[in-house]
T-cell receptor, first 112, second 112 residues
Framework: EAGVTQSPTHLIKTRGQQVTLRCSPI?????VYWYQQALGLGLQFLLW???????NRGNFPPRFSGRQFPNYSSELNVNALELEDSALYLC???????????FGPGTRLTVT | QQQVKQSPQSLIVQKGGISIINCAYE??????FPWYQQFPGKGPALLIA?????SEKKEGRFTISFNKSAKQFSLHIMDSQPGDSATYFC???????????FGKGTMLLVSP
């Protein structure tokens, strides 16, 4: 069974630019969760999508947004990039009633 | 009420020793407590999880101990090996909560 996949692996962007990260969940999972892992800050919850709807978001500004497609894959968009957005962005998938979340390898975003 | 406090921040254990990482939570509605293992440059991998109807769960060399009254749970790694060197995260969640709340992580180094 294929795991969670994310693309791209690495990205380098300039302040003020916009970026889109992609995630494909494990087959059969309807939920996608996005987390930011900045150096020394652990995993910070960003967004949760289930069945195509945004179910909840963490304490992040509106320039962090996303969507989930009918095939349950998801995109995370970050507008007006700031230096502090440099982090590993992790996507996890699961079935909300089972609580388990399985993570992808992440996308390393560097903002210069 | 959503915090999960993890200790220690880092840990050095000799090969063959026991590694112990502790977590404490505040929200009594949490009923799912997983541990994740993360190697550098990789996404976190679900290691083992427990629900509060049992006080201990063992999978191979990994054991979770759970103390509901103290609102604490811990990960024990028996016969620690250099390949166990990684960052370990505890988390907590529950039905009706959108996602998991993670501890800050523990960097474990197992010396040969």
């Amino acid at each position: 069974e294929a795991g969670v996949t994310q693309s791209p692996t690495h990205l380098i962007k300039t302040r003020g630019q916009q970026v889109t990260l992609r995630c494909s969940p494990i087959s059969g999972h309807t939920s996608v969760y996005w987390y930011q892992q900045a150096l020394g800050l652990g995993l910070q919850f960003l967004l949760w999508y289930d069945e195509g709807e945004e179910r909840n978001r963490g304490n992040f500004p509106p320039r962090f947004s996303g969507r989930q497609f009918p095939n349950y894959s998801s995109e995370l968009n970050v507008n007006a990039l700031e230096l502090e957005d440099s982090a590993l962005y992790l996507c996890a998938s699961g079935q909300p009633e089972r609580m388990e979340q399985y993570f992808g390898p992440g996308t390393r975003l560097t903002v210069t | 009420q959503q915090q999960v406090k993890q200790s220690p921040q880092s840990l050095i254990v000799q090969k063959g020793g026991i590694s112990i990482i502790n977590c404490a939570y505040e929200n009594t509605a949490f009923d799912y407590f997983p541990w994740y293992q993360q190697f550098p440059g990789k996404g976190p991998a679900l290691l083992i999880a427990i629900r509060p109807d049992v006080s201990e769960k063992k999978e191979g060399r990994f054991t979770i101990s759970f103390n509901k009254s103290a609102k604490q749970f811990s990960l024990h790694i028996m016969d620690s090996q250099p390949g166990d060197s990684a960052t370990y995260f505890c988390a907590a969640g529950g039905y009706g909560y959108s996602t998991l709340t993670f501890g800050k992580g523990t960097m474990l180094l197992v010396s040969p």
